[in-house]
C-alpha cells in the first residue's frame, strides 16, 4: 500500500463547479500536510498548508481527520486557471534522522472547461 | 521567500554520457535537499535525501553509483546521472525546506530539469 495516495482523476468539471479531492496517509507519525498544484511540465507550487482547525484561502479549503488519516480540497467556483495536478504531501518524521521526509501522493488532475 | 534556483531546465544528450543538475538555495542555507525524479503522469518519487557535509541517503531501488549526490556547502547540492541512459529520460526536480532548523516545513521547488537520453 503506497504511504499517501490520491485518486488520480480525472475530474471535468464545468466553470463555476464546486469539487473535492481527497488524499489518504499510511503513516500515522504524519506530522504536516499540504496541497500543491502541478501545471503540465512544471515543478510545484505550494498551494496551501492544511491544519488540523481547517483552513480556508479564498476559494480554496483544506481540512485534516488525523484520525480517519485524510486530508481534503475544496475548490468553489472553479475556473478554467484551475485546471491541474493537485498534489498532496505528508511530512512524516523519520526518527533515524531527526528530520521529516516529503512524500507525495500521485496527483490528481481537475479539468475545468466552459 | 525562499528561492531554489535549479539547472539546467533542459539536457538533451547521446547514451552514455554523464549529465550534472545543479540545485541552489538562493536566499537561505539548506542543510537538507530532496531529489525527485517524475515519469509522465506519475507522481514524485523521491530518490534521495542529500545532506550537506555528509552522504546522502538513498531510496531503495535507487542506485547510488548511478546517481551521484554532493552537497558540499550550504547552498548547492549536485545530482550527476552517470552514463545516462534513455530509460534515466525523466522529469529531476530539487526541494528544500526554507528553514534550515526545521525541516516540517513545505517545499521550496527548483524549476526542474527535463533530461532526454538519444
Known amino acids: 500500500r503506497k504511504e499517501v495516495e490520491q485518486d488520480p482523476g480525472p475530474f471535468n468539471v464545468p466553470e463555476g463547479a464546486t469539487v473535492a479531492f481527497n488524499c489518504t496517509y499510511s503513516?500515522?507519525?504524519?506530522?504536516?500536510f499540504f496541497w500543491y498544484r502541478q501545471d503540465c511540465r512544471k515543478e510545484p507550487k505550494l498551494l496551501m498548508s492544511v491544519y488540523s482547525s481547517g483552513n480556508e484561502d479564498g476559494r480554496f479549503t483544506a481540512q485534516l481527520n488525523r484520525a480517519s488519516q485524510y486530508i481534503s480540497l475544496l475548490i468553489r467556483d472553479s475556473k478554467l486557471s484551475d485546471s491541474a495536478t493537485y498534489l498532496c504531501?505528508?511530512?512524516?518524521?523519520?526518527?533515524?534522522?531527526?528530520?521529516?521526509?516529503?512524500?507525495f501522493g500521485r496527483g490528481t488532475s481537475l479539468i475545468v472547461h466552459p | 521567500g525562499a528561492v531554489v534556483s535549479q539547472h539546467p531546465s533542459w539536457v538533451i544528450c547521446k547514451s552514455g554520457t554523464s549529465v550534472k543538475i545543479e540545485c541552489r538555495s538562493l536566499?537561505?542555507?539548506?542543510?537538507?535537499m530532496f531529489w525527485y525524479r517524475q515519469f509522465p503522469k506519475q507522481s514524485l518519487m523521491l530518490m534521495a535525501t542529500s545532506n550537506e557535509g555528509s552522504k546522502a541517503t538513498y531510496e531503495q531501488g535507487v542506485e547510488k553509483d548511478k546517481f551521484l549526490i554532493n552537497h558540499a556547502s550550504l547552498t548547492l547540492s549536485t545530482l550527476t546521472v552517470t552514463s545516462a541512459h534513455p530509460e534515466d529520460s525523466s522529469f529531476y526536480i530539487c526541494s528544500a525546506p526554507p528553514n534550515r532548523a526545521d525541516s516540517n516545513q513545505p517545499q521550496h521547488f527548483g524549476d526542474g530539469t527535463r533530461l532526454s537520453i538519444l
Open positions: 503513516n500515522s507519525a504524519s506530522q504536516s
Open positions: 504531501v505528508v511530512n512524516m518524521y523519520v526518527p533515524s534522522g531527526g528530520s521529516y521526509i516529503p512524500t
Open positions: 536566499d537561505f542555507q539548506a542543510t537538507t
